[in-house]
Nanobody
Framework: QVQLVESGGGLVQAGGSLRLSCVASGRTFSSYVMGWFRQAPGKEREFVAAIGWSRTSTYYADSVKGRFTISRDNAKNTVYLQMNSLNPEDTAVYYC????????????????WGQGTQVTVSS
């Protein structure tokens, strides 16, 4: 069982930056693939980024590539999402998720989810 708690969301102006954090419980954090997803009002939950257990394997949605960076610190059981050059289209609730085995972009492939953190980007 893994419990995930996100933090770091907030209100930011277009062009600004935020860093989201997700702290996981459990002793086997390093063996989990970690992902970030987001869901805007009236839209489906969508993939943002994922990182493998090795930390060198990272994957991004085309919409955030070059602006967002996912990283993890296995010693702190934490995964981060650094978000730069934010625009209003990035406004959503951001969720952290965990799964074992391979990296996946489908939300349904993830077994564990955090409660979400709101990110609002004003124009």
């Amino acid at each position: 069982q893994v419990q995930l708690v996100e933090s770091g969301g907030g209100l930011v102006q277009a062009g600004g930056s935020l860093r989201l954090s997700c702290v996981a419980s459990g002793r086997t954090f390093s063996s989990y693939v970690m992902g970030w997803f987001r869901q805007a009002p009236g839209k489906e939950r969508e993939f943002v980024a994922a990182i493998g257990w090795s930390r060198t394997s990272t994957y991004y949605a085309d919409s955030v590539k070059g602006r967002f960076t996912i990283s993890r610190d296995n010693a702190k059981n934490t995964v981060y999402l650094q978000m730069n050059s934010l625009n209003p289209e990035d406004t959503a609730v951001y969720y952290c998720a965990a799964r074992q085995n391979l990296v996946a972009r489908n939300p349904g492939a993830y077994s564990y989810w955090g409660q979400g953190t709101q990110v609002t980007v004003s124009s």
